[in-house]
């Protein structure tokens, strides 16, 4: 390739001769132009998808133009119109040096400070990768483009390399189209591994847990490679190999692998110890370069074994690794396939660890933010939280009791939202409902009016539900119970007979409105009642309607009007938990002596 001066910054750096014309011939014959392909459309999503970049591009680039059979992202006309001119090019430097272009903020680069695809395209973070013919030619870039300053991991760039790769692979099935028999036969090899990586891109990105990523890769490589087992090592940070796809194992040979030094001569441990394939196509080389692992290949039928690391940013990580029941030596095309997908895996592993710390932190969140049920002379109290089924494990949910004498205040409330933002938020209501109780001894509804304008001028704005209510001892015995209800679902009495009452009416949500006049209301509960309160989660269900859950509650509570506050909770909790839940439950039980 000839790097001529061109036009600076602004113009072509693309040069003549030989190269260059046997180059525009080979992007002929691939018959790629300016419009939409299918096949490339793919591959600049899965770029998109895998290295969560606003816009990925396959890009050739002509004698005076660039065009994009594959785009995603770009903004119009751009889209449109699939090409610009060489002045909006960075994919020609990619050509000319025939070597990756990795930018990290165009605008401070001196290769493209003044390219005009800066200002129209909003090309700030660039990395290209080259697209070659079976000659080695350079046609164009398989390029990944961010709206900002991008520091690219080498991770990233691993998997837009062997992206690229296979996006090669397609541009010379393209060009090798109608030749003899063996090079069709590459070509079709070469879709497969194709479309098996843009399968992986997609069923990988799913897989939030090391169960579902092992799953996922089976699933891919059924009818491509076919192996007898598919398994996953990790390393630990004591030098050690841990197995995390046993489970289809038996027992004996599972214990085994669970765990073992990662010096020890294994497919998996020379794999990650060594950061390179370990291909053994038979029995024979098996026992000569891993011996530690001939017995469980005897035990198991295996013959032969490919093992590929799981390389990180900061070393090794672990090995995937492939088993058959047959001698299997891979060809060039099906290592590069399970090279990429071991890429893949890297990326969903690092992901659902991530998932896994965020869970745990979620759950000590949640645990730290309901506060511990008082003690109370005469009232047994229970209480119960369980998260919705959903990737955070927490959610807007609360539940709160304060004694305060002989009154007894109880909280429940609900914040709009499932995330980590929500129970933040609600920590937030309820530091400040806690507060505003003690501080001053007024009605309920006059502390939720409090409650709303501290919060506005807090600048706490999100939406919830809450109830508030004092239960106070009744003259000649029995309890009064004093509420106000801000949208939330309406408290449960549970009445020695069995009978249960639904005491009903609310106002508006908190946040939902200003100067909303705010209602107490006042029952009275005899001996032996028993008072629920609940968020909307106990009752609601895909499976049902909100009346059919609590025409539910209602049976349940009263075919269990005998049992306490702790046992009736657990009763609660079992029902909603059979149910296919979406949201939080927080639950508050207050028994009151017979």
């Known amino acids: 390739m000839i790097i001529g001066g061109g036009r600076g910054h602004n113009g072509p750096v693309l040069g003549w001769g030989d190269a260059a014309t046997a180059r525009l011939e080979a992007l002929r014959r691939t018959g790629l132009d300016a419009v939409a392909d299918e096949m490339f459309d793919r591959f600049a999503d899965m770029v998109r998808t895998v290295l969560k970049v606003p816009v990925a591009l396959v890009s050739l680039v002509t004698d005076e133009r660039q065009i994009f059979p594959g785009a995603c992202g770009l903004g119009e006309p751009w889209q449109q119109a699939r090409e610009t001119p060489l002045s909006h090019s960075f994919c020609q430097h990619v050509v000319a040096t025939e070597e990756p272009l990795i930018i990290v903020d165009a605008r401070a680069d001196e290769r493209v400070r003044g390219n005009l695809a ?16 079976a000659d080695g030619l350079v046609l164009g870039s398989l390029c990944a483009i961010d709206h900002e300053p991008r520091e690219w991991t080498g991770a990233e760039l691993a998997l837009l390399a062997d992206l ?14 109608g030749r003899a028999a063996r090079q069709e036969a590459r070509a079709h090899a070469a879709f497969e591994r194709t479309r098996l990586l843009l399968r992986a ?101 295996w013959q032969s074994v490919a093992a590929v690391p799981l390389t990180g940013p900061d070393g090794p990580v672990g090995a ?25 895996v890297l990326l969903a592993i690092t992901r659902s660890r991530l998932l896994d710390d965020r869970r745990t932190a979620a759950a000590v969140m949640q645990k730290a933010l309901l506060s511990p049920l008082p003690q ?30 002989q009154r007894l205040v109880l909280i429940i409330g609900d914040v709009t939202g499932h995330s980590i933002t929500a129970a933040a938020t609600m920590s937030q209501y309820r530091s400040m409902l806690r507060t505003l109780v003690i501080d001053r001894h007024e009605p309920p509804s006059a502390v939720l009016r409090r409650l709303e304008h501290t919060s506005r001028t807090a600048g706490v704005a999100a939406l919830a539900t809450v109830l508030l209510a004092y239960l106070d001892p009744a003259p000649g015995g029995g309890h009064t119970l004093t509420w106000a209800n801000a949208g939330h679902p309406t408290p449960l009495a549970l009445l020695p007979d069995g009978t249960v009452t639904a005491l009903g009416g609310h106002d508006p949500l908190i946040g939902a409105a200003r100067r909303v006049s705010r209602r107490n209301q006042v029952c009275g509960l ?16 895909r499976s049902a309607t909100y009346d059919e859950g609590l025409a539910a509650v209602h ?27 979406e949201d939080d439950v927080a639950l508050l039980v207050v028994s009151t002596p017979g």
């Open 118 to 133: 800066i200002e129209d395209l909003g090309v700030i973070g660039y990395a290209g990768m080259p697209l070659t013919d």
């Open 164 to 177: 690229a790769a296979a996006c090669s692979d397609s541009l010379r099935a393209r060009i090798t189209a």
């Open 201 to 301: 891109s997609t069923v990988l990105a799913g897989a939030d847990t090391l169960d579902k990523v092992i799953d996922a890769v089976r699933d891919l490589v059924t009818g491509a490679l076919d192996p007898a087992y598919v398994g996953v090592s990790l390393l630990d940070d004591q030098a050690r190999v841990a197995g995390h796809s046993l489970r289809l194992l038996p027992p004996a040979v599972a214990d085994r692998w669970a765990l073992y030094p990662a010096d020890a001569r294994t497919p998996s441990a020379l794999a990650a110890r060594s950061g390179r394939p370990v291909l053994l196509p038979d029995l024979a080389a098996v026992a000569a370069a891993t011996p530690e692992a001939l017995a469980t290949f005897e035990e198991m039928g």
């Open 320 to 344: 995937l690794a492939f088993a058959w029941k047959a001698p299997n030596t891979l060809d060039e095309d099906e290592i590069g396939i399970v090279t990429a997908l071991a890429g893949f």
């Open 376 to 405: 109370h002379d005469h009232l047994r109290l229970a209480a119960r939280y369980a998260p919705a089924r959903h990737e955070d494990h927490v959610g807007g949910d609360w539940y709160d009791a304060i004694s305060l004498d």
């Open 526 to 541: 005899p001996p032996g009642a028993v008072l629920v309160l609940h968020t909307d989660g106990l009752v609601e269900s």
């Open 555 to 581: 049976d349940l509570l009263g075919r269990h009007r005998a049992a306490g506050a702790d046992k009736l909770a657990d009763v609660l909790l079992d029902h909603a938990a059979v149910a296919a839940r």
